[in-house]
């Protein structure tokens, strides 16, 4: 008797802990409040057609959206393309569909989603397999997807994946129901993600109906062609070689900057045994900053003024009110090169003997013969081939020329023959071309060797001292030297370095170290005013 009771209530407890279990199983897999859930029975036709009802939960006050594409790529050219018909929403909501793409949007409460899905059964092998995304393109997180699946006939396999398009994670439950159907769930589906059940079946079944072409529209015409490789080809060969021309063309001015070069000798001494400046390769100070940075800029004219003051063409002189006025000393001669009598001319035009700094403000001075000739004189001195900003125009202008004709061969090949992506190759070229302009001036071997001086030219302002010219000479030697370190930015270091001065050149000055640097400062404003230069101080080596 009591054996009886003893199984009797063991039975019970076995009985009330499997109910317990599954109850709580159940309650896992129950969409939370206020969150997205939705249920999808799928039912294969006999004429291979794929019935559809989706029964989805949406929280009051919002707003869901589904978008799924009908044409899906499955290789190389080739789309697999679905048509979705009798499509209709029961509450709150509407359903759109095209040849592109299938649109749901559904507002709060619960809403019932029918459709028919044509070209969903496809031959695989010897079986059939019936592929569909039974939940993809939402715009928001779901909290639960349900899926179930019946045919004509048992399914022989099912393969459930879950998460990002192309991901490989599988659903988080699929099996066969007992050999009768299918039954899918995924917890937890990100926005934008999606449930792709493929089912496998008996051949014979149903007819297959999957339709896949060739790519048509934009895709296809993009596509990598052997037509489109060989421009792929051709332009990284072009690239190539261009990177390589730059790289020899360059490669003797990387080496000048990167060598170590110590001071050059621009201290000589004439039969007489007194010392003077020389500078390298007879550079003028305008010409040392155009041949570093391959640009006219003010710094290069402010530099020529000082130097036309050095060799008596100019007179420099402080007057009241901060300000500073430029006398006429000797007139322009063939001794200066076409750009100093262009700046000489900018000052004092004919007529006019002497101007202030404040006067040059007003008048705003043309620069632009100034750029010109500064430019074709370091062409005549072979330190370039061609003028730096000539060649970077052209340069330019092929970029942008060849990257629109790029443009528009794209737009014709992809409106027509396909191979578009040809034309986008020649556009991504001429973009290149164009934004490589700024790198095409290219110095001669002389102008990459001037280059190496010049930095040399730097090592003698940081490194001479007033002990190493004669007490004679130093006038001579400071002024000479000084519109050079003006152009290489080492002018608080030569004034410095050669203090007080009385310059044959420059007047009323109480104070040259504190009025030269603001004289500079001022001359610079107003050059910057033409607006034909670039207003950068200075471009070191």
């Given amino acids: 008797m009591l054996k009886n009771w003893g199984a009797a209530i063991f039975a019970a407890a076995t009985l009330t802990a499997a109910l317990t279990s599954a109850t709580a199983v159940g309650a896992l897999a129950q969409p939370l409040p206020g969150t997205v859930s939705t249920e999808v029975r799928m039912k294969l036709e006999r004429d291979a057609k794929l019935s559809i009802t989706e029964t989805v939960h949406v929280p009051d006050g919002k707003t869901v959206k589904r978008t799924v594409p009908l044409r899906l790529a499955v290789g190389n050219d080739l789309e697999r393309q679905y048509q979705v018909t009798d499509a209709r929403v029961e509450g709150k909501g509407s359903a759109t569909v095209s040849d592109e793409k299938f649109s749901v949007t559904l507002e709060g409460g619960q809403a019932t989603l029918t459709y028919t899905v044509v070209g969903a059964v496809a031959p695989v092998g010897d079986v059939l397999e019936v592929r569909w995304q039974a939940a993809g393109g939402w715009d928001t997180e779901l909290d639960k997807v349900a899926v179930t699946f019946s045919a004509p006939d048992s399914p022989t396999s099912v393969n459930c994946l879950a998460g990002p398009v192309g991901s490989s994670q599988p659903c988080t439950s699929a099996d066969l129901a007992d050999g009768k159907g299918v039954r899918a769930q995924e917890i937890k589906l990100g926005a934008g993600e999606r449930v792709d059940v493929a089912i496998g079946l008996s051949a014979g079944v149903v007819p297959p109906n999957a339709v896949v072409v060739e790519q048509s529209g934009l895709a296809?015409?993009?596509?990598?062609?052997?037509?489109?490789?060989?421009?792929?080809?051709?332009?990284?060969?072009?690239?190539?070689?261009?990177?390589?021309?730059?790289?020899?063309?360059?490669?003797?001015?990387?080496?000048?900057?990167?060598?170590?070069?110590?001071?050059?000798?621009?201290?000589?001494?004439?039969?007489?045994?007194?010392?003077?400046?020389?500078?390298?390769?007879?550079?003028?100070?305008?010409?040392?900053?155009?041949?570093?940075?391959?640009?006219?800029?003010?710094?290069?004219?402010?530099?020529?003024?000082?130097?036309?003051?050095?060799?008596?063409?100019?007179?420099?002189?402080?007057?009241?009110?901060?300000?500073?006025?430029?006398?006429?000393?000797?007139?322009?001669?063939?001794?200066?090169?076409?750009?100093?009598?262009?700046?000489?001319?900018?000052?004092?035009?004919?007529?006019?003997?002497?101007?202030?700094v404040s006067e040059l403000?007003?008048?705003?001075?043309?620069?632009?013969?100034?750029?010109?000739?500064?430019?074709?004189?370091?062409?005549?001195?072979?330190?370039?081939?061609?003028?730096?900003?000539?060649?970077?125009?052209?340069?330019?202008?092929?970029?942008?020329?060849?990257?629109?004709?790029?443009?528009?061969?794209?737009?014709?090949?992809?409106?027509?023959?396909?191979?578009?992506?040809?034309?986008?190759?020649?556009?991504?070229?001429?973009?290149?071309?164009?934004?490589?302009?700024?790198?095409?001036?290219?110095?001669t071997k002389r102008g990459s060797e001037l280059l190496e001086h010049v930095r040399g030219l730097r090592g003698y302002l940081h490194g001479v001292t007033p002990n190493d010219v004669p007490e004679a000479d130093r006038e001579l030697v400071f002024s000479r030297s000084l519109p050079y370190a003006v152009v290489l930015g080492e002018t608080d270091r030569w004034l410095a370095t050669f203090g007080q001065q009385d310059l044959y050149w420059y007047g009323n000055a109480s104070d040259f170290q504190r009025s030269f640097p603001a004289f500079l400062g001022a001359l610079d404003g107003v050059l910057a005013q033409a607006g034909h230069l670039r207003s950068l101080r200075t471009q070191n080596p």
């Avoid at 001669?333 to 003997?353: H, I, M, R, T």
């Avoid at 125009?393 to 942008?400: A, D, E, P, Y």
């Fill in 361 to 443: 403000r007003g008048r705003r001075i043309d620069l632009a013969q100034v750029r010109d000739r500064l430019y074709a004189d370091v062409v005549e001195k072979r330190w370039f081939v061609r003028r730096p900003d000539a060649e970077r125009s052209l340069f330019w202008w092929v970029g942008i020329v060849i990257a629109v004709l790029g443009v528009a061969a794209t737009v014709v090949l992809a409106l027509t023959i396909g191979n578009a992506l040809f034309g986008l190759v020649v556009a991504v070229g001429g973009v290149a071309l164009a934004f490589g302009a700024r790198s095409m001036p290219a110095r």
């Fill in 220 to 356: 296809s015409a993009f596509a990598l062609t052997p037509v489109s490789g060989a421009a792929l080809g051709g332009l990284l060969v072009l690239l190539l070689g261009g990177v390589a021309l730059l790289w020899y063309l360059r490669g003797r001015d990387a080496a000048a900057l990167a060598s170590d070069v110590g001071a050059v000798t621009v201290l000589v001494r004439d039969q007489g045994g007194r010392v003077a400046f020389a500078s390298p390769d007879g550079v003028l100070p305008g010409q040392v900053g155009t041949v570093v940075d391959e640009h006219v800029d003010v710094v290069d004219v402010t530099a020529t003024v000082i130097d036309l003051a050095v060799r008596n063409y100019l007179w420099i002189t402080e007057v009241d009110g901060h300000d500073w006025q430029i006398v006429r000393r000797n007139p322009a001669d063939d001794s200066l090169s076409g750009y100093e009598k262009a700046v000489y001319d900018a000052l004092l035009p004919q007529g006019s003997d002497a101007v202030t």
